[in-house]
C-alpha cells in the first residue's frame, strides 16, 4: 500500500496540530473547509485544497474531521457513506444519540472510526495505561485526574450549560483516561462551576469536578478546569494507585529542557507532538498496520461520560448507566 | 505549665517534653507507660482520677475514640484547656455534648489537626479572604498517607482535609456530600483504602476530597494534605509539609507539623486565646464524614 490519502474537514487550530501531524507522519493530505479557509491552510503547509466535502472524500483512505462539533455528524455520515474511514476530532458528537448513530453506522459499513482523544498518546499517559494494563499496578483501585486549561480564545457554539458547556472538551479528557485503564463505568456524579454555557468570551473560568464508579469497583476522580489567565497554559497531572503500588505524573515537574530568563524561548523543546503520534498509529492502521490504541467504542464511551457527567451537574444526581453498553 | 497527655503516646509527649516551660504528665498503671514515661522524663500517675486532681492546665486527648467524651468532660469540669484529636467521638450527640460541656465550663475545646496551625496556612486564609484569588470556586484536597486504623481512609484523612476547608469558608456548614470508596487495596470490606469525597456549600463552593491511601512521603514527621484553592481569578496550593532534604525515595520535612501544632497550642492557653479549629468544627466535620459514609453506601448524594 502506497501513501495514505486523508481527507482533512476544516481549517481552524485543530484542523492547523492535524495537518502538521498528517504531514509529518507522511501522509498525503487534501483539505476542504466550508469558510473560506482552506487554500490558505493548505498553501502554508503545500498540501490541496479541494472545493467540496465531495471532492474531498473521493478516493481518500481517510477523512480527519476539525469542524465545530455540530458539524461532525454530518460529515461523519457522509464519509462512512462513501465506505471513507473517519478520524474525527473530540467529542465525536455533543448528544450521545447522534454518536451512537455514527459509531453504529461506522459498524454495520466496516468502516474503522478513530477519535483524536489526544492524551493517550502524550508519553505519561501512554506509559500509566502500559503500566495498569501489563498488572505492574496490581488490581487498579483508585485514580485521580487533573486537567487545568487556559482557553485562548473566545467560546463559539451553543453548548447550554445543561450539556456541559466549555467543560465537555476538558472532561473529556479525563473521563476517556479513566475509562482507558479502568474500563467500564457504572455510575458518574459531578458538580460543575462557573457560567459554562458558550458562546462564552476567552477567559472564562469553570471548574468540573466529576467521580466515576467503575464497574471492576474502582474509583476515579476527575478535575477539569479552564482557567482566567494562560498561566500555566496546561497543566495535567495525575495520581493512580493498585495493589500493586501508587504512580504520579505532574506537567509541572521538569522535563529534558529548562530555561530561564530572557533566553527561555529559544530553548523550547517539548519532545514530539502526541498529536504526531497519534496520526501515524491512525496512518499505519489505514495502511494495514495493528488496530490503534483506541476506537469506535471509545469515542462513544467518552461522549456517554462526559454527557451523564452534565446531566448529573445539572440534576443534583448520581448518574447510573447500564452495565451492558455501558461506557 | 503542666499538662496531661491522654493517653499515653509517645510522639505527643515527646514534643511536648522538649517545649520550654511545659511539663507533662501522663497516666496508666502499666508498667510500659511508666518506663517509658521515665524515659522520657515526664511525670506518671496510675489513674485519671490522680491526673486531674494534679489540675492540669491543658489536656491532650489521644485516647481510643470511645473514651474521648469521657475525658474531654471531666478535663473541662477542672478547667482544663483540651486539645482533641479526630474524631471527636462516633456519633454526633457524643461530639455536640463534648463542645457543650466545653462551652458551659469556659474552656476551649481545639480538634488536633496539625496543618491548620501553620502560620503558611494563616497567609492562605487570609489571602483567600483578601480576594487573593478573586472568588473562591473550588478546592482541591488530597490526603494520601498510609492507613492508620481499621475504619478506613475516610476516618483517617477526610476530617483534616475539611478542617482546612472549614477554615477558608469560615465554618460555613455542608449542604450536600457525595462520596464512592472501595477497599480494593486494603482487601477488607469495612476498612475503605479508597475514597473521594465531594462537598458542596450553600454558597456555591465545592470541595473535592481525595482521602485514598497512598504511600508516605514523609513518615518521619507525618502526612498532612496537599491542597489547591481555586478562585476565578487564580489558585494557591498549599502544604504543611514542604520538603526539606530529598533522599531514600522519600523526603523529610522542614519541621514536623505537629510540633507546629502544640507549639501554636500552648502558646495560645498561656495567653488565654483561641487557635486552631475548635468543637464545633470537629462536629462538621464529622456530620460530613458520616454523610460521606452515607452516600458512598448508597450510591447517591446526601442532602444536610
Known sequence: MGQVEVALIGAGLIARLHLDAWVLAGASVRVYSD???????????????????GAALDGVDAVDICTPTGSHHQIAMAAIAAGVAVVCEK??????????????????????????????????????????ASGGLGRGAVARFTVTGFHPRPWIGQVSARAGGI??????????????????????????????????????????????????????????????????????????????????????????????????????????????????????????????RLGARDALAAVRLTQAAAESAWSGRAVELPVKGAA | MKIAVLSFDEDYVRLLAEMPGVEVVVAGPDDRVRAAADRLGVA?????????????????????????????????????QVLCEHPLAVGEADAQAMVDACAAAGVRLTVASPACFSPAFAVVRQGIADSGVGELLTVHGAFNSPGRSRGGALDDHAPYVLDLVDAVLGGEVADQ??????????????????????????????????????PSVNQR????????????????????????????????????????????????????????????????????????????????????
Open chain 1, 35 to 53: 469558510d473560506g479557509r482552506a487554500e490558505e491552510l493548505a498553501a502554508e503547509f503545500g498540501v490541496r485544497a479541494v472545493g467540496s466535502l
Open chain 1, 91 to 132: 467529542p465525536l458528537s455533543a448528544s450521545t444519540a447522534e454518536a451512537e448513530e455514527i459509531v453504529d453506522a461506522a459498524e454495520r459499513a466496516g468502516v474503522p472510526l478513530y477519535p483524536a482523544h489526544d492524551l493517550r498518546f502524550s508519553p505519561p499517559f501512554a506509559r500509566l495505561h502500559r503500566l495498569v
Open chain 1, 167 to 292: 467543560l465537555t472538551d476538558q472532561m473529556l479528557h479525563g473521563v476517556d483516561l479513566a475509562h482507558w485503564i479502568f474500563g467500564d463505568v457504572v455510575r458518574v456524579h459531578a458538580y460543575y462551576q462557573g457560567d459554562i454555557a458558550t458562546p462564552a468570551p476567552a477567559g472564562t473560568v469553570g471548574v468540573g469536578t466529576a467521580v466515576l464508579t467503575h464497574a471492576s469497583g474502582a474509583i476515579s476522580q476527575i478535575v477539569s478546569r479552564w482557567t482566567a489567565k494562560q498561566l500555566p497554559p496546561i497543566r495535567v497531572a495525575f495520581r493512580v494507585s493498585g495493589t500493586g503500588g501508587t504512580v504520579d505524573y505532574d506537567s509541572e515537574w521538569p522535563q529534558e529542557v529548562r530555561a530561564t530568563g530572557g533566553a527561555a524561548e529559544k530553548f523550547q523543546y517539548h519532545g514530539e507532538s502526541p498529536f504526531v503520534a497519534e496520526m501515524r498509529e491512525f496512518a499505519q492502521a489505514f495502511a494495514g498496520g495493528p488496530e490503534p
Open chain 2, 44 to 80: 506518671h500517675v496510675d489513674s485519671w482520677d490522680e491526673v486531674f486532681a494534679l489540675r492540669p492546665r491543658a489536656v491532650v486527648v489521644t485516647s481510643e475514640v470511645a473514651r474521648r467524651r469521657d475525658l474531654v468532660e471531666r478535663a473541662a469540669g477542672v478547667g482544663a
Open chain 2, 177 to 214: 456530600v457525595y462520596a464512592q470508596a472501595n477497599s480494593i487495596v486494603s482487601g477488607q470490606p469495612g476498612t475503605e483504602s479508597a475514597a473521594f469525597v465531594s462537598v458542596r456549600y450553600p454558597s456555591g463552593v465545592v470541595a473535592a476530597i481525595d482521602c485514598s491511601w497512598g
Open chain 2, 221 to 304: 514527621a507525618g502526612d498532612t494534605p496537599e491542597m489547591t484553592f481555586v478562585g476565578d481569578q487564580g489558585s494557591v496550593e498549599f502544604t504543611a509539609n514542604p520538603r526539606l532534604l530529598g533522599g531514600f525515595d522519600r523526603w523529610e520535612a522542614k519541621t514536623d507539623p505537629r510540633s507546629v501544632m502544640l507549639t501554636e497550642f500552648v502558646a495560645a492557653v498561656a495567653e488565654g486565646r483561641a487557635v486552631g479549629p475548635d468543637g464545633a468544627a470537629g462536629v462538621r466535620a464529622l456530620r460530613v464524614v458520616r454523610a460521606a459514609r452515607e452516600s458512598a453506601r448508597t450510591g447517591r448524594p446526601v442532602d444536610l
